[in-house]
């Protein structure tokens, strides 16, 4: 897939590169709150299999929140920017069921 240049297009993509067979039964909604130029609030809901994104605040409490700049979200999908390293130097700030987190790296194949 080719870079992707903003946090909007991200969301815009991310249902149809969402792996469905990697999710299994799993009923997660993820909030997704990034800062800085570029960025916003979109929340993602998964169950049975499906993905739905919406911009805004999720609408129920989220089993995951995800702090961080929208440029460095950005770097990261791109594989610019390694998700462990981000999370270690304080880049990523995450709430929530961290397991989802790792569990997201498998659910979409944005590489």
Do not use: C, R
């Not at 999710?23 to 570029?38: C, H």
């Not at 169950?47 to 989220?62: F, Q, R």
């Not at 390694?82 to 995450?94: C, D, E, I, L, R």
């Amino acid at each position: 897939m080719p870079s992707v240049s903003s946090a909007e297009e991200i969301f815009s993509l991310m249902p149809t590169h969402f792996l469905p067979e990697q999710a299994g039964n799993l009923k997660a909604v993820l909030q997704f709150d990034l800062s800085g130029e570029g960025g916003g609030q979109w929340h993602a809901n998964i169950a049975d299999g499906k993905l739905t994104v919406e911009k805004g605040a999720a609408p129920t409490p989220p089993n995951l929140t995800l702090n961080m700049a929208a440029g460095d979200y950005v770097a990261m999908v791109n594989g610019k920017l390694n998700p462990m390293t981000a999370f270690m130097q304080g880049k990523v700030k995450v709430k929530g069921e961290t397991p989802l987190l790792m569990k997201m790296q498998k659910m979409f194949s944005f590489s």
